[in-house]
């Protein structure tokens, strides 16, 4: 298997901070070294205005992977459940409705290449009758993070809608998989935080 560098001082592109130390990061930088390594050499980062309007982190120049939106491993694996984002702490749509192709999930062995049109039907689906958003956003009845399973909540003086829905509501809708390889198996790359 081909070395991948990854320094534990890596500086984020779009933020200009350390990814050591905060999961999104991490995994943004992680799933980026790995899949230009390994995929697509010409990989690039979205820009800051593709990333905060559209709503995804990379671009691949191969057609069948195209924008992608990475998400940090969190509570996946640990207790089995993952965030989904209707709207943003701005009041802005979430990445649910942005136009990477994918939403990559980092499940500590392998990353998953979920379609976002896909997982947004699914989300839908699973919180039908208790998540609202634009004019019907008045009858959310917000819940603590603790029971954010399939219903709505709601961080203190923001405006964003997240919810949890369960790891394997995801796994039966990813398109590809991409294993990380073993150096990356390593609490200094954990993105669960």
Not at 16 to 30: D, F, T, V, W
């Amino acid at each position: 298997m081909t070395y991948i560098p990854l320094p534990d001082s890596f500086i984020h592109p779009r933020s200009n901070q350390p990814a050591k130390g905060h999961s999104g990061r991490m995994a943004e930088i992680k799933f980026y070294h790995i899949f230009k390594y390994t995929v697509d050499e010409k990989l690039r980062w979205a820009t800051k205005q593709e990333n905060i309007y559209k709503k995804y982190d990379v671009v691949s120049s191969l057609e069948k992977f195209g924008n992608m939106d990475i998400k940090a491993e969190k509570d996946a694996l640990d207790h089995g459940t993952v965030w989904v984002e209707y709207q943003n702490g701005d009041g802005h749509p979430g990445w649910l409705y942005g136009e990477a192709k994918f939403i990559v999930f980092d499940l500590y062995s392998k990353f998953i290449f979920v379609d976002r049109e896909f997982l947004l039907q699914r989300a839908n689906n699973l919180t039908k009758g208790s998540v609202y958003i634009g004019n019907q956003e008045p009858l959310n009845k917000y819940v603590y993070k603790s029971q954010a399973l399939y219903k709505p909540y709601r961080r203190d003086g923001r405006f964003d809608i997240l919810t949890k829905i369960k790891t394997e509501d995801i796994i039966d809708l990813y398109s590809h998989e991409l294993p990380i390889p073993e150096q990356f198996h390593s609490d200094l790359y954990r993105t669960n935080k």
